[in-house]
């Protein structure tokens, strides 16, 4: 499957759209005249025709072309710069995010673009030429740029994605901690790793694009490439806020676990205390000394089961004096406040 | 709802202050005349006249302008730049910052500014350049820049807030460790996110007009944007800064957690390791043994007594001794130090 | 063993592979032809001779070449340069990798390479010339340039195996914790640690190479070193990435630990809240007091167990009303929700 | 108060030191004469008059020279510059830095300098002019170099300052962790920071007046101010160095506390594991059974006495043998080992 | 004590070792000569004469020579410069690092170094020169680059210390974690944040040398000052490697502890367990209901015992089915798996 469009300068800034594939030759050869082929998957014949017979590119080339190569790179040629470069897929979420290889060979009256997934970058700048001419009427590297200035764009959407889980992320925690929270956050934070890896490479052929290695990149153009390349810096930048922001998420879950933690021993403390006093009284007098009066006394019984009511009633008001008389944690209760009694506070 | 403010040079410097629409196009045309228009909100008809009619902007940038976009950008038009860039709005706190979008068209002796919001540092702008015609009387480059100079200045303000915010966050933690506090710091660093996020984008846009890529932004001019993206890079530094403090205090939360935790622990073994024996020393008189010489002596039972007192009692010097004798926390108490009996401490 | 390349561009571009050692010097003499020759392990006298007699190295470079130096360096001598590398040997792993010496003279129309052990890189730029007789065709520092690239380039292999060990290591620290984990988070730490310590040294020749500081490189190729360079640069940076993935696993692992004592706190909280009233009350009929009229009735007995059965269950239901009712933990269940009755959430 | 210095070059340098105001403008006035003024507090009548009348500076900036400004500035004025900057005041200390303002007017042949709080870097550069003549007697930028050189060096005692505190509060941690010690540790970074936010500040004045932007400042000049500049970027990497011992500390007062939690559970479990099989024995032979004959057994009191004795010793001995076998801890143990009886671990 | 080296690069490259102090005038005079002269400690009469008499440089410059002084400097007086720089005692540890000062006089033909303690760097140099004449032959400014190089690779034998005491480390808290290992990881880190602050200030005189600033450095030698200076820049990169590698130990030994407290938790909880019931069964028994037939009966108190040895066994059973079931855990077993009884868990 292959598009073909151009805009011929020297007739009057004519735009052609769809071009058929024995214009082709004849538009190449025409002084002033640029030409987008855009080859998308399936691969037929003629596009194999297209890059073998009409544009004569290197066997090496075409094949690295329509094969998966994982790594970015510029290769010149004679004539025309062969650039592989990799877009985010559409449907990069917070968690995980694929990556569309992008083949370019840039000359210095044309481009041809090849892609093997379909391509969002490359099918909006598609779409803007053939409504507009731009930036096919500019000159072809503004068409390369354009594409890889939407890759990079692609990225804001991920950062949007990851921002919004990251905040769902932190409610979530808050609410009710769970461990399958920390495997979120390490999910993202992988992807997050990803994203990263491919901005290091997708900067490596901006940076050379941009550098004026090239003949065949004008130096106004080249300034543009480094435009996405700085985007791309400050993106990257913004992704280590991301992956310290899920730090701190992660550590504020250790601190929910650590706070639950202190309510379950606070409650068995409070239960310990309150028990473990009325266990050695009824111990005491289950003694079996012969002398031990307070046996004899009828009003014995009562007094102790009454002494020991008082006992634990005391204990529980020391401990609610001293804030510590709480309920038994609920476990949702973690994103309350750690005193539930805050109201008495000031009436101490 | 627009502003039409003029210098003519030629004119002994005479500043013109809210002109007629009318005498818009006459000032334009005028050599040595800097005129600087600011649409406010509504949008009247007559702005919008203003923009297609008088100036003939290009209709791709007026439907830009005038609706709501994210993404900063300049594009270069014929005769005129078209720049969108974001400030923040006045009420930016520690938890919260918002945006207003600001859109300018540069041209060499024009500048047309537009918000869809008040915009504090356009009025701040004008104010100055009604009372004394700076910063048009030197160029309307020099308006843009004291324009965005002053929205990187209003940074200041939420650095300020964010402070004093941790400030109190500190102290909150120490005197009263809650959950909450978690989650203000989280909410604090969500927005230090934000606002990096924010810089990194007003960084692209100054950037690119401080490199001299322009031809309209005289070389002297581009070095003040500059010095605006220089400004944003370190205020960058210190919202890390800030960033790092706030784990600070999480890491604080947790520490004063864990030694609650601790101190629970400490009176619960107290406890136990009081009442246990005693429970011991009970069972064991109250063993059905008929050989117990003890249970017969009149004085069995009073020693008993006695020797349970002086056992609890020892224990409890012994852990006094080791300092280890403490109330049970009063959950207000974590802010102070961890060993109560510290004046004891020489005395061993 | 030795072995010999060459290009004669004045004859055609003819490629000479493995020459024997006595033409070596004819070819060195030859106007516009490029030798490479590669010295490997063992040594042999032949070897020796090479660059003693034919190519007249300076006896201390010799010196420093066929032993092991572990700091890289560049020295220039009349006519030549002798440069120490280091790449990482094949069986590069997450947990460690070995590094292998590479020197090389380089000279206006020759390269000399030596390798104690076999190198991937050198075998695999020999083969590629060999075969193409590229990059030798074009220059010997190009040659050079791709021995570099594809030192760095096998750093990748080594970057996907510590990818591939996070993701398995993550993986497992949830499915059941050990301690044996975070020692490997700290082997592949420790690893990543020795991986940048090699790139800093290699970076140290890759900027010198690519400075223009040496007449014998020219501008062009000094480029491609810089190349190199910052692809080093960007690997570096996603070292940092790894380890602080590796940080947030060594932090996963503490959660877990911390969930797990706080499940085995709630079951000993749970159990002693149960069983202490129980004691209680039969501490309460194990009293000899005489007047305790319970001790007559008939039914005293029964009813006081089921008055227990029914304390012991009250307590339990409550706890399970506040979802605290659970199993004592499975050592497994670690990555399972921290709450387990979660379809009763809803229903209360 | 004012200090008026000058160095007359045509006049074999002669060095003139608090020259009475009245030969302030002759000596502006002479050719190859540079002068300083110094105004410190209290600004009196005569020091209003110098800026005003002698050297008339902008109304506009003698207001903002004589009024509190926390934002530093450079302005250009017809044939000089104002100057805002801030120092640190000598009391500096690892918890709190205040800053002194110095505005400074820099001419072609004048400096005049105020600060309203005696600074030490003007009163230590005037001590120098006076007895040297330098480094006046060179130019007057060198003046103001040497001031700004100095602010930046005092903030080397700073540095020392926090080194100090640092290291007094990592050993305080080990000898006897306390939450104040935590206080202590957010105090130092919250300073840290107010310090990184300074020197942010100072570089935005220097790395102007090194541009050579301006100028009055001669290119030699602007070098020097370069140089302190780069000062001030590696002292915010050692400040950044400082704040993560600072974490560290931090996180070594966690583990202190959690060791000592480790210790208290110890004992705690230590002490109910001997206890509890105690209490079972005793309830056995407390049970009211008919048919229980070890209780007509005239020795079977003594034996159950020895038996818990034997048991109880055992448990004691096997926990001995496992290591566990410990006081409770002293709360001052901390810093110890965290295994007491490791003498004996070689005897195993 | 001193010592004077030249070469006579007019005499056919004379070199002369240890020459009298009488002819270092004539030498200094002669055009081609260049002349290293080393004071070491102690400072004797002549040298005192040889820096005032023969060299005549300036008193200041003289006296902080001769004193110490912490802070690097470069100052240029006529004719030569005065440098004060600092490199590591060869003594340097993983835990501390000491500092010699060097004092060093560049003049056009000579070179002064002056040290109060050995200098490793310097006495290599020294050798090498007494050797070869290398680099002294060169340029003066070449020994002067050899000695600060020296100093720089100093740092590596300081980086191997830290990386094999990392390593150590790192075994001994996952063999049996302490609290030293705490105190020895910060030990470590303030080390490192020594060696930081001094690669900082050494940059500091190194940027200066190698930044073109001083005629008398000539270009080419200026690069190799530059070297030396980003040789430092990418150690103080693995400083801050080898600062996360010890924060990773003190996570570990955090990890560790909280292990531990996991398995004393358990073990308590097991035992509270089984014994509590148990405890629960004799209380039941040992009341005193009249009516309680199970006390008549003559098989009711060997049933019981045996239902007490049933159900602590079945509560065994139950955990250890549960993966509960542990010895306590030995105090050195923590470097092992968190499961001991991993083979049964396939036996499920």
């Given at each position: 499957?292959f598009?073909?469009?151009?805009?011929?300068?020297?007739?009057?800034?004519e735009?052609?759209?769809?071009?058929?594939?024995?214009?082709?030759?004849?538009?190449?050869?025409?002084?002033?005249?640029?030409?987008?082929?855009?080859?998308?998957?399936?691969?037929?014949?003629?596009?194999?025709?297209?890059?073998?017979?009409?544009?004569?590119?290197h066997?090496?080339?075409?094949?690295?072309?329509?094969?998966?190569?994982?790594?970015?790179?510029i290769?010149?040629?004679?004539?025309?710069?062969?650039?592989?470069?990799?877009?985010?897929?559409?449907?990069a979420?917070?968690?995980?995010?694929e990556?569309?290889?992008?083949?370019?060979?840039?000359?210095?009256?044309?481009?041809?673009?090849?892609?093997?997934?379909?391509?969002r970058?490359?099918?909006?700048?598609?779409?803007?030429?053939?409504?507009?001419?731009?930036?096919?009427?500019?000159?072809?590297?503004?068409?390369?740029?354009?594409?890889?200035?939407?890759?990079?764009?692609?990225?804001?959407?991920?950062?949007?994605?990851?921002?919004?889980?990251?905040?769902?992320?932190?409610?979530?925690?808050?609410a009710?901690?769970?461990?399958?929270?920390?495997?979120?956050?390490?999910?993202?934070?992988?992807?997050?790793l990803?994203?990263?890896?491919?901005?290091?490479?997708?900067?490596?052929?901006?940076?050379?694009?941009?550098?004026?290695?090239?003949?065949?990149?004008?130096?106004?153009?080249?300034?543009?490439?480094r435009d996405?390349h700085?985007?791309?810096?400050?993106?990257?930048?913004?992704l280590?806020?991301?992956?310290?922001?899920?730090?701190?998420?992660?550590?504020a879950?250790?601190s929910?676990?650590?706070?639950r933690?202190?309510?379950?021993?606070?409650?068995?403390?409070?239960?310990?205390?309150?028990?473990?006093?009325?266990?050695?009284?009824t111990g005491?007098y289950?003694?079996?000394?012969?002398?031990?009066p307070?046996?004899?006394?009828?009003?014995g019984?009562?007094?102790?089961l009454?002494?020991m009511?008082v006992?634990?009633?005391?204990?529980?008001?020391?401990?609610?004096?001293?804030?510590?008389?709480g309920r038994?944690?609920?476990?949702?209760?973690?994103?309350?406040?750690?005193?539930n009694?805050?109201p008495?506070?000031?009436a101490?």
């Amino acid at each position: 499957m292959f598009r073909i469009l151009a805009v011929r300068t020297k007739h009057n800034d004519e735009l052609i759209v769809d071009a058929p594939v024995e214009r082709l030759a004849p538009l190449l050869a025409e002084r002033g005249t640029r030409v987008w082929v855009d080859l998308g998957h399936p691969v037929g014949e003629t596009d194999m025709e297209i890059v073998r017979d009409v544009f004569k590119f290197h066997a090496l080339a075409i094949e690295d072309c329509f094969e998966e190569r994982t790594h970015p790179k510029i290769e010149e040629y004679d004539g025309y710069l062969y650039i592989i470069t990799h877009g985010l897929t559409a449907g990069a979420t917070a968690d995980s995010s694929e990556i569309v290889e992008l083949d370019a060979f840039l000359g210095e009256n044309f481009l041809v673009t090849h892609h093997s997934a379909p391509s969002r970058s490359v099918a909006t700048v598609l779409g803007f030429v053939e409504r507009t001419g731009l930036p096919l009427r500019h000159s072809v590297t503004a068409v390369l740029h354009a594409i890889l200035d939407r890759q990079a764009d692609g990225l804001e959407a991920a950062l949007d994605n990851i921002e919004s889980r990251i905040d769902a992320l932190e409610d979530a925690v808050f609410a009710s901690p769970r461990n399958t929270h920390v495997a979120s956050v390490l999910s993202v934070k992988r992807n997050i790793l990803g994203l990263r890896r491919w901005t290091a490479r997708q900067r490596e052929v901006l940076l050379r694009l941009g550098r004026r290695e090239f003949e065949l990149i004008p130096a106004g153009d080249a300034l543009l490439f480094r435009d996405v390349h700085d985007h791309l810096v400050r993106v990257n930048d913004l992704l280590e806020g991301f992956r310290d922001m899920l730090t701190s998420i992660q550590e504020a879950y250790l601190s929910a676990v650590s706070n639950r933690t202190n309510e379950i021993m606070k409650f068995l403390t409070l239960f310990t205390s309150t028990m473990m006093p009325l266990t050695v009284i009824t111990g005491i007098y289950g003694m079996n000394f012969e002398h031990m009066p307070e046996l004899k006394w009828w009003f014995g019984y009562p007094s102790v089961l009454i002494a020991m009511a008082v006992m634990a009633t005391s204990i529980l008001v020391y401990f609610r004096h001293r804030h510590w008389l709480g309920r038994p944690p609920k476990v949702d209760d973690i994103g309350q406040d750690v005193v539930n009694d805050q109201p008495d506070a000031g009436a101490r």
